[in-house]
């Protein structure tokens, strides 16, 4: 730091020219985020002050919470459902894996996954000491439930299923894990960052949420398809016992504990979730989730008149495509400013995000025609 600050305008035009080197979302295909709404914008401005980590000084802020966890409660098959808004779903798995351990009582766990895991399971694994076993995946990128049954034994506290996978958007087969998970007395976390605010919103989808009975948790992040600001995530459990394990006494604060990961916490973000939610309404949230659904059709259509075809069929906004020399299309579309990225297993991977329009598309749509020399 320097001895002297400097003037307030420089301050701005300083961070003005930093943030010129962003790369905003214009051509962004590789990202989960987006602009957030302009509702949440103005929302999160409001609340910029307001601490969440210490509620009984901001009752408002906190009332906001509640409105919005019973929200996603009921969008998510259970109204009596009880969480907290996170920073992310990061902090929403970590949260649901602790408590599962936490409740189990057995020493030197393990839990079970699909090999499609987010890497946030990774760094469960490393902090929690729990072992993390992958379960591999069928031909369409969904969990094979044998694979996952196989892998249970005596130590295994609870299984992990996704419904929108961060590569191919896929859903697991949640009831097949939720039968397996209640036949061997296991917890079930549904990790539905992504895909919380789009299934819910298909015109049809198998049941993925906490209306399936043997699901315990779920995570969904308001800062993706929400379109809130970030950091907002969201952790809900079916059992308010499971929240309660998370519980830390707050000595000098006004709560008397927190179940939350962090301390202070962001009651901006929790704000601009309540806006968004408030504005749209289920509706409006259809409308933005069936946009994104025609534009990713068209994309896959597009692609696949000039033989650039998915390896599997999208079933939500997140379209993989299969195609000859991935590094060497990916360092040409880069030169025209698109941002793509690529799955574990080599596929180019596009996520159709509310920022993106068909127009734009078309434009991407010829660039990779012309990247792939077709
Ligand atoms: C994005 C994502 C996460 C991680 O969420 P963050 O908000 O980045 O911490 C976890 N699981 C899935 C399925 C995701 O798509």
Request: proline share 5%.
């Amino acid at each position: 730091m320097m001895e002297d600050g400097i003037c307030f305008e420089d301050v701005l035009a300083e961070l003005e020219e930093l943030k010129r080197r962003d790369l905003g979302y214009t051509r962004i295909l590789s990202s989960m985020c987006t602009h957030p709404h302009p509702i949440a914008k103005i929302a999160h401005n409001l609340f910029l002050e307001a601490n969440l980590g210490d509620p009984g000084l901001f009752p408002g802020t906190k009332a906001i919470e509640e409105e919005v966890i019973s929200m996603i409660a009921a969008l998510l098959g259970d109204r009596d459902a009880t969480g907290y808004i996170t920073t992310g779903g990061t902090e929403s798995n970590i949260q649901a894996i602790r408590a599962f351990r936490n409740a189990s009582g057995k020493d030197g766990e393990n839990i079970v996954v699909p090999a499609s895991a987010h890497f946030s399971f990774d760094k469960i694994g490393d902090l929690l000491r729990v072992e993390v076993r992958k379960a591999p995946l069928d031909g369409e990128f969904r969990v094979d439930p044998a694979a996952v049954e196989d892998l249970i034994d005596d130590r295994t506290i609870g299984l992990v299923g996704i419904a929108g996978t961060t590569e191919y958007g896929q859903i697991d087969p949640i009831e097949d894990l939720a039968k397996i998970a209640l036949e061997n007395d296991l917890f079930l976390h549904v990790d539905a960052a992504f895909g919380g605010f789009v299934i819910p919103f298909l015109d049809s989808h198998p049941p993925f949420d906490l209306s399936v009975d043997g699901v315990s948790s779920i995570t969904i992040d308001p800062h993706k398809m929400g379109m809130s600001t970030i950091p907002a995530g969201g952790i809900l459990f079916k059992d308010k016992r499971l929240l309660e394990l998370l519980s830390t006494p707050t000595p000098y604060l006004t709560s008397k504990a927190q179940f939350s990961l962090t301390g202070t916490r962001s009651g901006a973000a929790a704000a601009a979730t309540y806006a968004v939610l408030r504005y749209l309404g289920f509706k409006g949230f259809k409308r933005v989730v069936d946009r994104c659904i025609r534009m990713t059709k068209m994309l896959k259509d597009g692609a696949s008149s000039f033989g650039v075809v998915p390896p599997v069929e999208p079933v939500m906004n997140v379209l993989t495509l299969e195609v000859k020399d991935l590094r060497q299309v990916i360092r040409e579309l880069e030169r025209s400013g698109w941002r793509v990225s690529v799955t574990r297993e080599g596929f180019m991977r596009l996520v159709i995000m509310p920022h993106l329009t068909e127009p734009i598309l078309q434009e991407f749509l010829d660039d990779l025609k012309d990247a792939t020399g077709n």
